[in-house]
T-cell receptor, first 115, second 113 residues
Framework: DAMVIQNPRYQVTQFGKPVTLSCSQTLNHNVMYWYQQKSSQAPKLLFHYYDKDFNNEADTPDNFQSRRPNTSFCFLDIRSPGLGDAAMYLC??????????????FGPGTRLTVL | AQSVSQHNHHVILSEAASLELGCNYSYGGTVNLFWYVQYPGQHLQLLLKYFSGDPLVKGIKGFEAEFIKSKFSFNLRKPSVQWSDTAEYFCAVNAGNDYKLSFGAGTTVTVRA
């Protein structure tokens, strides 16, 4: 059963044309993450939500935004995609409560192509 | 902030050979340790994890890892690899109850039939 779902799996956009990637989860986890992964590199954390609290990584460009309307859904908005933003975008979720941690579960990713 | 080092960028071996991938981290406190695998064209999957207890952890598909606190290491092993183990392997570390998971650069493992 799918636990972290990402749509679409493949997204093609034009240079400068806004794009939104979607992530949903059935785990009821309170933390949701967005990572960018380029070919043969480790995933790079862009930001995360702890419940409704948004936490941006210091080196995440302003071009990247996120929304979490409810526990289950989280969106990644790229306002003006550049060629350098072509990558795999991974969503992950995690249960974090009372100082106890759990595993991060990753979705299948959305591969973004920028023309 | 913690950092994670994976010793090998690319490992090539034959089927039935033994595999060991090194992982070292820099953080002096309590850590949670993970190995993830990414098969070609697929998403990251958890191989195994260590939170506490027995430092020798067994995961899926015959993999195991040993946490050696004094060496800040969490090396991954498999006694006999198969062609289907061809994948990218990522070590990841989470310090205490920190939200952030720090990944190593990854090791590409190619198993030749």
């Amino acid at each position: 059963d799918a636990m972290v779902i990402q749509n679409p799996r493949y997204q093609v956009t034009q240079f400068g044309k806004p794009v939104t990637l979607s992530c949903s989860q059935t785990l009821n986890h309170n933390v949701m993450y967005w990572y960018q992964q380029k070919s043969s590199q480790a995933p790079k954390l862009l930001f995360h939500y702890y419940d409704k609290d948004f936490n941006n990584e210091a080196d995440t460009p302003d071009n990247f935004q996120s929304r979490r309307p409810n526990t289950s859904f989280c969106f990644l908005d790229i306002r003006s995609p550049g060629l350098g933003d072509a990558a795999m975008y991974l969503c992950a979720t995690r249960r974090l409560a009372g100082g106890n941690t759990d595993t991060q579960y990753f979705g299948p990713g959305t591969r973004l192509t920028v023309l | 902030a913690q950092s994670v080092s994976q010793h090998n960028h690319h490992v090539i071996l034959s089927e039935a050979a033994s595999l060991e991938l090194g992982c070292n981290y820099s953080y002096g406190g309590t850590v949670n340790l993970f190995w993830y695998v990414q098969y070609p064209g697929q998403h990251l999957q958890l191989l195994l994890k260590y939170f506490s207890g027995d430092p020798l952890v067994k995961g899926i598909k015959g993999f195991e890892a040993e946490f050696i606190k004094s060496k800040f290491s969490f090396n991954l092993r498999k006694p006999s690899v198969q062609w289907s183990d061809t994948a990218e392997y990522f070590c990841a570390v989470n310090a205490g109850n920190d939200y952030k998971l720090s990944f190593g650069a990854g090791t590409t493992v190619t198993v030749r039939a």
